[in-house]
């Protein structure tokens, strides 16, 4: 069974960095695209990173500049650096196949508050 464990997340100020990490159970970690996505409360979720798998990378432009996303394929992880934080990125934020989504893992709360 496919399994996502995402890590890294925690309380920070606006303006600060955080870098996430994920880390994916299943095979052929390397043939996928991943995404990042996140969830704020009583909002839905939503796609704030992909890679695929060459290496390209799309954001949306709530994030672009300040987001990015990378894939270590050794590994089996993705991870998504985020600088320049502000409070409306506060969210849960998970880790995904963007083309054929699994399970969902438990994902990181990530806090963005002075």
């Known amino acids: 069974q496919v399994q996502f464990v995402e890590s890294g997340g925690g309380l920070v100020q606006p303006g600060g960095s955080l870098r996430l990490s994920c880390t994916y159970s299943?095979?052929?970690?390397?043939?996928?695209?991943m995404g990042w996505y996140r969830q704020a409360p009583g909002k839905q979720r939503e796609l704030v990173a992909t890679?695929?798998?060459?290496?390209?990378?799309n954001y949306p432009d709530s994030v672009k500049g300040r987001f990015t996303i990378s894939r270590d394929n050794a590994k089996n992880t993705v991870y998504l650096q985020m600088n320049s934080l502000k409070p409306e990125d506060t969210a849960v934020y998970y880790c995904?196949?963007?083309?054929?989504?699994?399970?969902w893992g438990q994902g990181t709360q990530v806090t963005v508050s002075s």
């Open positions: 995904n196949r963007p083309n054929n989504q699994v399970s």
């Open positions: 299943g095979r052929g970690f390397s043939i996928y695209a």
């Open positions: 890679i695929g798998s060459g290496g390209s990378t």
